[in-house]
């Protein structure tokens, strides 16, 4: 070894050093870049002849040092994977927890202003004219009271509606996104297969493919695969929609209104394949879509279906004061189409016998507020009981929801702090690297600082001694 | 939280989702401090919700009979009024005839006497005639407003009126004309005043106005018992009113002590998140670096 080869040594060091501290430095300002893993120089020693002699130094051939190998991207594509999938189980039950708590506020139970309430009120009125039979203020409230049910039959009929057209538009605008990630996926692999083979850096790149992914498991439950060339692929439950640098289109599909979701449910398609979406925000809308928004729907014209069956049975055994009978008090089968028949309050057919002024249909009609008489008309539970069961199960579905999406989260949580106990970047481990690199950069200086000193010996002072 | 390598971000992140689960909590307590409402969306309680739409709708019924039996007790007190008046009037009667069978009467008088018992008679008419909410107590479902004519013709129909009392009991709350002699009564007086005004009542006659009293106080016997029976029923009713009111308040509201008492337990253990975090972000490496 000679003074010469000491300089190239040293200065290898020093731009080792540099590197990392370069590294250091990206990783400190990136503390809190999302999706960001920490990085590391890989540095790896460059062999010292076995025998030091003047000979093979002069020759200059570069003997000793350190070179950089890598800059690393510290990162596990497990934990990477256990993340992605757990944000998209947690992003299905939020956005079916949204929609249902949603649809559980039109139903304003229990309180005063509920449909419950509603029909309390409405057979009362029933039980008012009965003590008053011929009374027009008393089948005026009856006619008004009528009508109330209905209008708040309709608007919940409307509000889930309106509901389930706002979830499919958000389904729209989810897929153009699945879209935008996936093509932008695409590009990414291009990018990155290119810089890998130019042995260019791709941390950066990787990075924001990860987060590419982790958006696309979010929002429809997609995992990824590596091939040999570095490129991922995308599927959505065995549904590629990304492979090397090609996308294809998720499409939508089936209904665009309520009435017709069951017959025609909306569905996600790639090309001519279905796409089974079981978790990412997509499962979720699509559960409503498909199930719980048209369930309620139904339930609710359930409701109001036995509500027009049995005040109709009990209403047409009843006679009018122009002695018809058999007639209609509401008409229509659902909750959309409930109307009240009479208008007027005087002309109601609620005696028992013909040419009489009689209220014991009309009280008849009041009775129908007790669960079990209603049971006794229809045959079967009555509006009251169909009303509290779709409630109630509601209430239910919301609550498991609710208390799935608060495991769910603790389980993000901690995928979360996996993730981040692997590839996230410890402030304190920085500053201590940067000391480290410090310190090893001006250690290296002062090799050549003392190498310097050496051949200044050797140049200036040979054969002075005693000068 | 077992994770070998701990972040900055991680602390962070860990400390963010305490102080919102802390809030979190806070904010229901406050919602539920706020409203008095222990259960105020049917997820909040699914059980609780239903026992409340039962109870709320029990309650609505209870109300309604309480008001069904107000109309029926008044119904019931004005035929009790017009029965008792009758009775009375039948009495008076009863004594003009006793007058009439005295054998000093001459004939000028038992005159005067038949003119007054014509006038009781349009007295009694007057009576079955009673309307309550302008509907005739005796006539049954009859459209018109008289269950007698002036010549002392029924037009009743003994239909019966029946209020509904409690989810299961209707109390009759009319009295058949036929039941209170509205259909024989009106006919008896004027054939009696007519013998009396022909010279003289006779021991059948005497014993005619016996029968009519006796028919009264039957019917005015059966209306004080329903009137007992609804007035029995009230106090039921409105002690089950009372009874599911307390139950709603006990199923819906809030437990304002316990909820004052979590509300500061839990603004404590707010307050100390939110000082251990201040405390561990102060400080870095860096501030012991020179």
Redesign the interface.
Known sequence: MTGFSTFNTASTGMSAAQRALDATSQNIVNVNTPGYSRQRVLTQSIGMPVAASIHTSLNGSFIGGVSVVDVSRIHNAFLEASRAAAGARQAAITSQTDILTSAQQLLSEPGDTGLQSTLDSFYSSWHDLANKPGDTAAGSVVIQRALAVADQLHSLSNGVSAQWTTARSNLVDLVSRINQSASDLAKLNESIAAGQQSGKPVNELLDTRDQLVRQLASLAGASSAMDDLGRLSVNINGVTIVTGNEWQAVTLSGADDITAAVSDPPTLSVGAFTVPVQSGSAAGLLASLRTDLPSLSGSIDGVADRLVTAVNTVYSTGYAPNGSTANTFFSGTDARNITVVPTSGTALAIAAQPGTLDGSIARQVGDLAVDSVAQGVLGSPGPSVGWRELTTSLGVQVQSLKTAQSVQDAVVAAAEDAVQADAGVNLDEEMTNMMQYQRAYQASARVITTADELLDTLINRTGKVGL | ?T????????VA??TL?GLQGNLTRVQNLQQQLSSGRR?S??????????S???L??RR??D??YL??ME??SGRLTVTDNALTQLSDRLRAFRDLIVQSRNGAVGAASQAGIAANMNAVRDEVLDLYNTTY?D?PIFG????GSATVDAAGTYLG?D??????VS?DALVRIDVPGTAAGADTVPGTLAQIAANVAAGGAGATDLAAVDAALSTVAQALGDVGARAARVSQTHDLVDAHRLDLTSRISVN?DVDLPEAMMNLSAQQVAYQSALQAAAKIQQV???DF?R
């Open positions: 939280m994770s070998s390598r701990i972040t900055q971000r991680t992140e860990t989702r259960v969306q049917p997820s909040d309680d699914p059980s609780a919700t239903v409340s739409m039962t709320r709708s609505a019924a109300e309604q008001r069904n109309a029926a909410l509907r049954g479902t009859i459209t129909n239909q019966p009126v029946e209020a509904r989810a819906e870095s490496l860096m670096l």
